[in-house]
């Protein structure tokens, strides 16, 4: 079922660690489980769902995100395995096993009889939340029915339903591609998870040499890209998936290059779940999930069907090829118009990164507006280029994009403020900025 520093927990001591997890649950319906072992988290998420409780998976755990969730589900809890956890929910630690076996190294042991429970499908499994216009979190209901279907149809597509793999995440488990596909895709291919959650090129690789092969690398492209720049022996992975952010094409080539493994990336949204895939070196086109359709009206699309909830809205711009295959040019509010020149925030990313000496930049909006006080859009830009001057940067940027879309200011930082799973909030980058323009 799961490895912990490479030393195997069968199925059966999951199934136990789940009746004596669930027995020990506070009387709420609502959890908000934010155990970082990623094994912890999967006991959590089982034990909630075979005691009738519903998990809440927020992106972020501010303050202001825990208040609003308080509203939403007055009866929440939070379930940790930090001692300083200061979340500000009525906290249960995870209740450790009475003779500490669950933490020892060996799970010595007679094998016990084990039965995997029953759940109904239409049982509300989940409630997934996005950032609304106004800031407030807007809940999406996941019932375990549509969730096991998105994960089985995803591991037909990345040739795991025949071949379970041993699972290393990058990404946490209470992300949405990091539930589903760190999480979930283990618990329904009878493949086993790594309770380790490695962030560090060095730690990725040594999780990787503790994994049984066959084994799935689950990851982003930022990490991706740091595996790639570290002077560190890669592991053979038999299979590496990406998701949160677009892969840019060359790096998903020097990836499997370098590996030696497919590349596969997924894309999906909180909203709706994985409903796509590709392989990126070799594509541009993605391939629906099964049952899972594309409709576009006035210029905005929207899936449905297979395991979509209901007809959701995408916030991509995205071009229909056939019935089941689509291009993907950027997300709706990454499209920048300036003096009647178009754009896309995605496209000046990428031109970006690709200069040498770049080590990560990104374009962002500074302010909500996206305007100055002329009324003329303009985008900014953070980069950590510790080996370049900023005149010969800005002479590069000049060679590969329309000198309207210059980042104005173009900010030269140590690194970027990007979270756990390698994204970039803008209230982060906006924070940064005003530091940084403080300080200039």
């Not at 500074?366 to 985008?379: K, L, M, Y």
């Not at 900014?380 to 200011?409: C, G, K, Q, Y």
Request: with cysteine; glycine share 6%; proline share 7%.
């Amino acid at each position: 079922m799961a490895y912990r520093a490479g030393t195997p927990i069968p199925a059966w001591h999951f199934l136990a660690d789940v009746t004596r997890v669930a027995a020990a649950l506070p009387t709420g319906n609502h959890v908000l489980n934010v155990c970082s072992d990623r094994y912890r988290f999967t006991v959590g998420f089982a034990a909630s769902l075979v005691a009738g409780k519903v998990s809440l998976l927020p992106s972020t755990h501010t303050p202001e995100v825990i208040r609003q969730l308080k509203l939403f589900a007055p009866d929440a809890f939070c379930l940790t395995d930090d001692p300083n956890c200061e979340i500000d929910l009525p906290r249960t630690r995870y209740p450790e096993a009475a003779d500490g076996w669950l933490e020892s190294t060996s799970l010595s042991g007679e094998r016990q009889a084990w039965q995997v429970p029953s759940v109904e499908t239409g049982q509300v499994a989940a409630y997934v939340f996005t950032s609304g216009s106004t800031g407030t979190p807007l809940p999406y209901k996941k019932t375990w029915g549509r969730l096991v279907r998105c994960v089985r149809d995803g591991a037909t597509r990345l040739g795991l339903n025949t071949r379970p793999h041993t699972i290393v995440g990058t990404v946490p488990p209470q992300h949405m591609y990091g539930f589903e596909s760190s999480v979930l895709l283990g618990l329904q291919t009878g493949g086993a998870l790594c309770a380790e959650r490695p962030f560090y090129p060095a730690d990725i690789c040594s999780t990787l040499a503790q994994a049984p092969r066959p084994r799935a690398l689950i990851s982003t492209p930022v990490h991706l890209r740091a595996l790639l720049a570290a002077e560190v022996a890669l592991p053979e992975v038999d299979l590496i998936v990406s998701a949160t952010a677009p892969l840019p094409r060359d790096l998903a080539r020097d990836v499997e290059k370098k590996f030696g493994a497919c590349l596969l990336e997924i894309y999906g949204s909180t909203e709706t779940g994985q409903i796509a895939t590709r392989r990126t070196a070799e594509t541009v086109e993605w391939q629906l999930w099964p049952g899972v359709t594309l409709s576009l009206r006035d210029g905005q699309a929207w899936a449905q069907g297979g395991h979509v909830e209901q007809q959701t809205a995408m916030c991509d711009v995205l071009e229909l090829t056939q019935d089941d295959r689509f291009l993907l040019h950027g997300r709706t509010a990454d499209l920048v118009n300036i003096a009647g020149k178009r754009s896309s925030l995605a496209y000046l990313n990428h031109q970006l990164n690709s200069i040498h000496g770049v080590v990560d930049g990104t374009f962002f909006f500074p302010d909500e507006s996206h305007a100055s006080s002329t009324g003329v859009t303009r985008v900014a830009a953070f980069v950590v280029a510790p080996t370049l001057e900023p005149t010969s940067l800005i002479e590069e940027l000049r060679r590969r994009i329309d000198p309207v879309f210059l980042p104005r200011p173009l900010m030269f930082v140590d690194r970027l403020p990007r979270n756990d799973t390698g994204k970039l909030p803008q209230e982060a980058l906006r924070e940064l900025a005003a530091r940084h323009l403080r300080h200039a």
